[in-house]
């Protein structure tokens, strides 16, 4: 199985690039859009200069539980930069999400809870809603964050999206959106 199925299988329908977006993407943007894989992972990202994004992480059932994920985690933190991520939001109904949202803050990510991220699909056509988690040596603010993932979002996420999905994507500010209130609401 090559590493586009591995990615298909485990991955919703609608968080999914096409084959052709990606090819495009690490042959284009190949100073900024890496892959890094082995029969047991296949790890997608953004190397901006300052910070890097995971466009997906996907480790084989049979590697789960042996620090593999923890491992590429650890190879993108020596780099010093803050680390972004698009989840799906916890659905108790599917233990993944809870288990991937866990694995996460075990690894020191924070949920970016001020960033909104309504995306419509263009394979589905459905709104899909991810949040945003953020890891950062520094004490990054969730505004920086944000405007981070507006640049990724622009930069990659829409990249050449009409000539190869036959249509654009919304419009940045249709998608993200920030709610500085919401940082300063107190918690229960």
Not at 73 to 89: H, T, W
Not at 160 to 165: G, L, R, V
Request: glycine share 4%; aromatic share 12%; hydrophobic share 30%.
């Amino acid at each position: 199985m090559n590493w586009y199925e591995k990615l298909s299988q485990y991955f919703p329908i609608e968080e999914m690039k096409s084959k052709k977006h990606i090819d495009l993407l690490l042959k284009e943007k190949k100073e900024i859009y890496k892959k890094d894989e082995s029969p047991l992972h296949v790890l997608m990202y953004v190397e901006m200069e300052d910070f890097t994004f995971i466009d997906y992480l996907f480790v084989s059932r049979d590697a789960r539980g042996q620090g593999l994920g923890k491992k590429l985690l650890d190879k993108l933190k020596a780099k010093g930069k803050p680390i972004i991520l698009e989840v799906e939001p916890v659905d108790y109904n599917d233990t993944d999400t809870e288990k991937r949202f866990r694995f996460y803050e075990r690894e020191g990510f924070k949920h970016a809870e001020s960033i909104g991220y309504h995306r419509r699909s263009l394979n589905t056509g459905q709104v899909n809603t991810l949040e945003i988690l953020y890891w950062s040596p520094t004490d990054e603010s969730e505004e920086s964050i944000y405007q981070k993932m507006c640049q990724t979002y622009e930069v990659i996420h829409t990249y050449k999206d009409k000539e190869i999905y036959g249509e654009s994507y919304e419009a940045v500010d249709k998608v993200l959106s920030y709610d500085e209130e919401v940082k300063k609401a107190p918690t229960p």
